[in-house]
């Protein structure tokens, strides 16, 4: 059976660390508040002209060093962002040019928000399994910064900037078992009627702007844990796997206290769950391949473990992804 194994990762993030204390200088907040409500310490944010591109750019060569490839190695990037370069080309044709892809193969951008990665993931793996591509770049990538309105302490606080990227390769060697290593199933869902609890207030269509962040934060906490423990056990269901079976948990780091509460839920102890928002905040499509990437590269993720990854985001869109490493 033809499954999509997930060969690499890596990410970037900026240069620039932006902390608590020095967030509580720009708008009427404090350190204690933002880390006791979110968990978040710190956030990355680019550098003035540093674009998405540059950022998603870093992330995927990391990930084709770690995989030993180049870039004509690749024949399908799928790219989700938030925060794209232009309204258009798609940012994932930029990063093709850039990463000497050269006119091989196909570049496109996925827009679902936070949710985005594991949207991109599914898409990828469709590809594959389809026959449509051999190689994939999927990568998360969000100069988020840029969407805030750094007035409203009720957002601005909570997000920053970075990318990741994974590369997924065609393998028959599946015996289409819980056992396989690679994507082992992908649960999307949106519901479009929530749309207006998280979303910008702007764009090409309407405004001719490209707008701020706006959130009602308390609705989008109480769908968060509900919508990804849903996603969550459909994964587990899906492949016949219980929470014991599940090794690692990298969920969307959006709120330390979304993902306690989901953990919690799903039995999943804290050893088990990889996070990360206390050191990058809310990266949106970026947070689960940042997240991964960390816990690859410090070595907790081991060859052979079963990963369990959701998100959810405006839309409202939500979604888990199941893997063994
Ligand atoms: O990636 C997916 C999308 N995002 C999320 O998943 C985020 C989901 N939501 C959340 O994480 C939380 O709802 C927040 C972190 C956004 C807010 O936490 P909360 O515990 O729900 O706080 P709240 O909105 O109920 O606000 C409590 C109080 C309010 O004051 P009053 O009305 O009680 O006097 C707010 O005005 O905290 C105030 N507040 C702040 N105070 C200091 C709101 N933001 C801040 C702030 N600093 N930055």
Redesign the pocket.
Known sequence: MRRSVMLSCGSYLPEKVLTNEEMAKI????AE??EQ??GIKKRHVAAPGQKTSDLATAAAMKALKAANLQGSDIDLIVLATTSPDNTFPATAVTVQDNIGMGGKGFAFDIQAV?SGFIYALATADNFIKAGQAKRALVIGAEHFTNLLDWTD??TC??FGDGAGAVILEASDDGKGTKEDRGILSTHLHSEGALRNL?YVDGGPSSTRTVGHVK?N??E??RH?VTRMSEAIVEAMQANKVTAEDVRWLVP?Q??K??IDATAEKLHLTPEKVVVTVQDHG?T?AASIPLALSTAVEDGRIQRGDLILMEA???GLTWGAALARW
């Open positions: 708008v009427d907040t404090s508040w933002i409500r979110t936070c302490r009720t606080v909570l998280l959130m934060g308390k989008v906490f968060a969307h959006a709120n206290r979304i809310n949106s959810m985001g405006g």
